[in-house]
């Protein structure tokens, strides 16, 4: 079974330019997310999908980043403009979905974005 | 607001040892607890995880101890192994009442590194 994909796996940009991330999630999951880890911490929620409807934003600074999941599948994330403090590495993950209880995440290896 | 706080920040620990990590949460609505491990260049891949009706889970050579009272939960890997050498999360959810979906909040991270 594939794992989640990412692609690309490093972005370099100047500031103020725009960047794309996408995702592609196990086949057959219904939940997908994007998180955002800094170095030396822990992974943040951005961005929960359920199917193709984004259910939980909250954490998605909506003046900079969108993100997409058309027809529920793949998603791509993006920002315009770029700014120095966006640089992170950006996690997919993705997730059954269903009534059980303690879905597992599954994480791809993610981008690594850099803004100069 | 940190709602899981992990340490030690890193851990050296001799081959064949016992490493302990320890984390604190602080939402009692938090129901599953699991433990992440990362090595560099990857996303983070489920190690083992804990629901609060037990107060301990082994697998292998991975236990976690799961204190309800005290809003803390430990993972201890027991004879440890250069390839053990990695960055450990903790995390905490609650489950969601039918989607079955849920939201991860991340510690901050352990560095392990055991050492031949």
């Known amino acids: 079974e594939a794992g989640v994909v990412q692609s690309p796996r490093y972005k370099i940009i100047e500031k103020k330019q725009p960047v794309a991330f996408w995702c592609n999630p196990i086949?057959?999951?219904?939940?997908l997310y994007w998180y955002l880890q800094n170095l030396g911490q822990g992974p943040e929620l951005l961005i929960r999908y359920e199917n193709e409807e984004a259910v939980d934003d909250s954490q998605l600074p909506k003046d900079r980043f969108s993100a997409e999941r058309l027809k529920g599948v793949d998603s791509t994330l993006k920002i315009q403009p770029a700014e120095l403090g966006d640089s992170a590495v950006y996690l997919c993950?993705?997730?059954?979905?269903?009534?059980?209880?303690?879905?597992?995440?599954?994480f791809g290896p993610g981008t690594r974005l850099t803004v100069l | 607001q940190q709602q899981v706080k992990q340490s030690p920040q890193s851990l050296i620990v001799q081959k064949g040892g016992i490493s302990i990590i320890n984390c604190a949460y602080e939402?009692?609505?938090?129901?599953?607890f699991p433990w992440y491990q990362q090595f560099p260049g990857k996303g983070p891949a489920l190690l083992i995880a804990i629901r609060p009706d037990v107060s301990e889970k082994k697998e292998g050579r991975f236990t976690i101890s799961f204190n309800k009272s005290a809003k803390q939960f430990s993972l201890h890997i027991m004879d440890s192994q250069p390839g053990d050498s990695a960055t450990y999360f903790c995390a905490a959810s609650r489950s969601y009442s039918g989607a079955g979906s849920y939201q991860l909040t991340f510690g901050k991270g352990t560095k392990l590194s055991v050492i031949p």
């Open positions: 086949s057959g999951h219904n939940t």
């Open positions: 993950a993705s997730s059954h979905g269903g009534v059980s209880r303690g879905d597992t995440q599954y």
């Open positions: 939402n009692t609505a938090f129901d599953y």
